[in-house]
């Protein structure tokens, strides 16, 4: 397929129009493409002008990027949630891709594609208002607003207790995940709320407060040392929290 028709239909299918997002602590070198620079959005490195393979993932990671190499092809897409590696438990998280990769991805005429807000922004293919639906929630309203866009949930489950929530949650992401329980065994009017990796936003947990919800369905909440937006949003919560602290599921 011709690069740019398939840019010009994310354009559209992900409204980039009415969307903002930040990335400058990223290495802005000269293999990172001139519109990225403007908007952290879109297209990261242009290395192709066809794609014949598509690869998707939440962070390119070492693993990921060594697995695209090893397959020797050319003429690819990668296209991920964010733009930078996670690395836990360094603070800052995020690092760079490698400039030594990024050659290697040119050479081979592997091309990046961004998008974060875009992507979890609610709609046809945001990562909450999916999940929400996964797990059989229906959705009610919206909150959490990010870059402009909402990107938090609120619904209704036909589940009765939070156990019986969080096996739905693990039923859905396939693995384990931690539950917090700082309320009651119950939920409330069976209402919840979900965000796919706010759990270390602390303003979170008030609002959530005020409007009588004791239960939250989120992402990480592993609590780091030193980095504070974990610690305040671990300390501040008052409700049931269900999370996963699988790193690659943010």
Not at 151 to 160: D, L, R
Request: aromatic letters at 10%; a negative charge.
């Amino acid at each position: 397929m011709n690069a740019n028709e398939l840019y010009n239909l994310m354009e559209t299918d992900f409204h980039l129009s009415v969307c903002r997002d930040d990335w400058s602590n990223m290495d802005m070198n000269e293999l990172i493409a001139d519109q990225y620079r403007e908007r952290y959005m879109g297209l990261v490195t242009d290395n192709t002008d066809t794609i014949s393979y598509v690869y998707t993932a939440v962070f390119p990671s070492q693993d990921v990027l060594k697995k695209i190499l090893d397959d020797e092809r050319s003429g690819a897409l990668l296209f991920v949630h964010h733009p930078m590696q996670w690395v836990m438990p360094k603070i800052p998280v995020f690092d760079d891709i490698p400039k030594a990769s990024l050659r290697q991805l040119k050479e081979r005429k592997i091309s990046i594609y961004n998008l974060h807000v875009p992507l979890d922004a609610n709609g046809e293919f945001g990562t909450t208002f999916n999940f929400a639906k996964a797990v059989g929630i229906s959705m009610t309203d919206e909150f959490c607003e990010y870059y402009g866009v909402n990107v938090g949930v609120i619904g209704i489950t036909e589940c009765q207790t939070i156990s019986q929530l969080k096996q739905r949650f693990e039923s859905a992401v396939g693995h384990e995940v931690t539950l917090y329980p700082y309320g009651d065994e119950l939920i409330k009017d069976n209402k919840v709320a979900l965000v796919a990796g706010g759990g270390n936003d602390a303003a979170t947990y008030p609002f959530l407060r005020e409007c009588g919800i004791n239960t939250y369905m989120t992402g990480i909440m592993n609590m780091k040392t030193g980095y504070q937006p974990s610690i305040d949003g671990h300390n501040s919560a008052k409700e049931n929290r269900i999370t996963t602290n699988q790193q690659y599921l943010d």
